[in-house]
C-alpha cells in the first residue's frame, strides 16, 4: 500500500559498471516467526557468490537453511527463503547491475499521481492557503 495510506519507499538501482565488474551487496533481512520470503534488492544476482550470516560482513553464524528460485516473468530477479531461529540476517551476493523494468518505472508513476492527487484533495478542501506547513511537536 503506498502514499497516502504510507510513505513510498523506493530502493536505488545499481548501473552496470563500464569495466564489466560487480558490485558485492550485502541487505539486512528481517525475519518474521523464523522465516524471511520475499525478493531481494538487486537484479542479475550471481547464485554462487550468495551467502546468508546472521552477522554483518560475514560474521556470526552462516545460515544454510535457504532457498533461492526466480520469477518465471522475470528470470533476472530472485526470490530467497531464509529459515533461521534468529531476529535478521545479512545476506551478501554480487550483481553487474539491476536492470530496470516497467514495474520500476511504473511505481514511481503511481507515487507521483497519490501524491498529486492527495494535493488535488487537499486543495478541493481549502487545507492549503499558500503558506507554510507547520510541523506540530
Known amino acids: 500500500m503506498g502514499y497516502p495510506e504510507q510513505i513510498d519507499v523506493f530502493q536505488d538501482r545499481l548501473n ?3 569495466n564489466g565488474s560487480s558490485y558485492v551487496v550485502e ?3 528481517l525475519l518474521a516467526g523464523g522465516v524471511y520470503s520475499g525478493l531481494l534488492a ?3 544476482i550471481n547464485n554462487q557468490t550468495l551467502s546468508v550470516y546472521t552477522g554483518s560482513r560475514y ?3 552462516e545460515v544454510r537453511n ?3 528460485s526466480f520469477p518465471d516473468e522475470a528470470p533476472w530477479r530472485r526470490m530467497i527463503k531464509i ?3 534468529v531476529p535478521e540476517v545479512y545476506v551478501t551476493y554480487e550483481t553487474p547491475g ?3 523494468e516497467a514495474d520500476d518505472v511504473n511505481q514511481l508513476q503511481s507515487g507521483l499521481t497519490a501524491t498529486q ?3 488535488e484533495r487537499y486543495k478541493k478542501a481549502g487545507l492549503i492557503d499558500g503558506g507554510s506547513f507547520k510541523r506540530e511537536v
Do not use: I, Q, R
Open 16 to 18: 552496470k559498471k563500464a
Open 83 to 85: 529459515y533461521a531461529d
Open 117 to 119: 492527487s492527495e494535493l
Open 66 to 68: 535457504y532457498s533461492v
Open 42 to 44: 538487486h537484479d542479475n
Open 98 to 100: 539491476d536492470t530496470v
Open 27 to 29: 541487505e539486512k533481512l
Open 59 to 61: 560474521s556470526g553464524t
